[in-house]
């Protein structure tokens, strides 16, 4: 059973520019939680989706993060403009609809933004 | 909002030696759990142990041990016979029991292992 996948692992970004990054869950998993870690940091938690539903976007900010996760594919975070202060680590999470308490994390993407 | 404190923010052991590491957190439920991830210089999140609030019985997980005291809202990490492959940053995270589940991670604690 492969882990949770994100792509791409590394993304640069020049301001002004969209980001797009990738969560593939665990098989079986139809819970995904993202988080945002920034340098020096702990993550903190942006959102939270089910398939085709957003149940809690309480930490994304206002503007320009939106988040999705088709019936079909990956869940996808998009920033769009970019700035210099997103540049972090975005680490996605998925967990079994039985036991929403174990979640298991990606790699992460790490975003730089120029 | 919960709120979760570690006050260590860096820590230094020598391999083979027993290290502890804090935790305290603030919430008004009854019901949750309680983690601590590690995140090696891969940066990859592992779980390292786990405790649900309403069990009393302390968690452990082979070196890895927990002591809970739910009253004063502390979840101490304890690492036995610590080895150089523990060097990582480790998080202290709460979970309620209900809702979101969304994890309250902690600052991190930055362990050395020394060999």
């Known amino acids: 059973n492969a882990g949770v996948m994100q792509n791409p692992r590394h993304l640069v970004r020049r301001r002004g520019q969209e980001a797009r990054l990738r969560c593939s869950p665990m098989?079986?998993?139809?819970?995904v939680y993202w988080y945002r870690q920034l340098p020096e940091e702990g993550l903190k938690f942006m959102v939270y989706?089910?398939?085709?539903?957003?149940?809690?976007e309480s930490g994304m900010p206002k503007e320009r993060f939106s988040a999705e996760f088709p019936k079909e594919g990956p869940s996808i975070l998009r920033i769009q403009q970019v700035v210099r202060g997103d540049s972090a680590a975005y680490f996605c999470a998925s967990s079994p609809p039985t036991r929403r308490e174990t979640q298991y994390f990606g790699p992460g993407t790490r975003l730089l933004v120029l | 909002a919960q709120t979760v404190t570690q006050s260590q923010p860096e820590m230094s052991v020598q391999e083979a030696e027993t290290v502890t590491l804090s935790c305290t957190y603030d919430t008004s439920e009854s019901n949750y759990y309680l983690f601590w991830y590690k995140q090696p210089p891969s940066r990859q999140m592992i779980l390292v142990i786990r405790q649900e609030a309403y069990k009393q019985q302390n968690a452990t997980e082979n070196r890895f041990s927990v002591n809970f005291q739910k009253a004063a809202k502390s979840f101490s990490l304890k690492i036995s016979d610590s080895q150089l492959g523990d060097t990582a940053m480790y998080f202290c995270?709460?979970?309620?029991?209900?809702?979101?589940?969304?994890?309250?991670f902690g600052q991190g604690t930055r362990l050395t292992i020394n060999p």
């Open positions: 995270a709460f979970m309620e029991s209900q809702g979101a589940q969304k994890l309250v």
């Open positions: 098989k079986g998993h139809s819970h």
């Open positions: 989706l089910q398939k085709e539903n957003i149940i809690d």
